[in-house]
């Protein structure tokens, strides 16, 4: 049973950082696909981030050169740096993974298969 759960989450000002991380239990594939999605109120689901087994990364325009997405695998997380923050960014976070590589990036994050529960990211301007 594939579980994942999400930490890092909190309240900061505009400009701040947080590292959301993911810790992944029972996900075994050898061929990936993981990333991280947000909610905010009254919105959309959003993909935001995007990497796979071999290494690719990709970010929503909204979030490139401010977000970094990373795997420990030896860990089993994954880790989402961010920078910069700012009032939009404010959301439920959510961490995702498919059951196996699955394509189209961070498009696609919210279509995969295991989501864990989220951790909630607030930037105050």
């Given at each position: 049973?594939?579980?994942?759960?999400?930490?890092?989450?909190?309240?900061?000002?505009?400009?701040?950082?947080?590292?959301?991380?993911?810790?992944?239990?029972g996900?075994?594939?050898?061929?990936?696909?993981?990333?991280?999605?947000?909610?905010?109120?009254?919105?959309?689901?959003?993909g935001?981030?995007?990497?796979?087994?071999?290494?690719?990364?990709?970010?929503?325009?909204?979030?490139?050169?401010?977000?970094?997405?990373?795997?420990?695998?030896?860990?089993?997380?994954?880790?989402?740096?961010?920078?910069?923050?700012?009032?939009?960014?404010t959301?439920?976070?959510?961490?995702?993974?498919?059951?196996?590589?699955?394509?189209?990036?961070?498009?696609?994050?919210?279509?995969?298969?295991?989501?864990?529960?989220?951790?909630?990211?607030?930037?105050?301007?």
């Open positions: 049973q594939v579980q994942l759960v999400e930490s890092g989450g909190g309240s900061v000002q505009s400009g701040g950082s947080l590292r959301l991380s993911c810790v992944a239990s996900y075994s594939y050898r061929s990936y696909s993981m990333g991280w999605f947000r909610q905010a109120p009254g919105k959309e689901r959003e935001v981030a995007s990497i796979d087994n071999d290494g690719l990364t990709t970010y929503a325009d909204s979030v490139k050169g401010r977000f970094t997405i990373s795997r420990d695998s030896a860990k089993n997380t994954l880790y989402l740096q961010m920078n910069n923050l700012k009032p939009e960014d959301a439920m976070y959510y961490c995702a993974a498919s059951a196996g590589y699955y394509p189209g990036g961070y498009h696609s994050v919210i279509e995969y298969m295991f989501r864990g529960q989220g951790t909630q990211v607030t930037v105050s301007s």
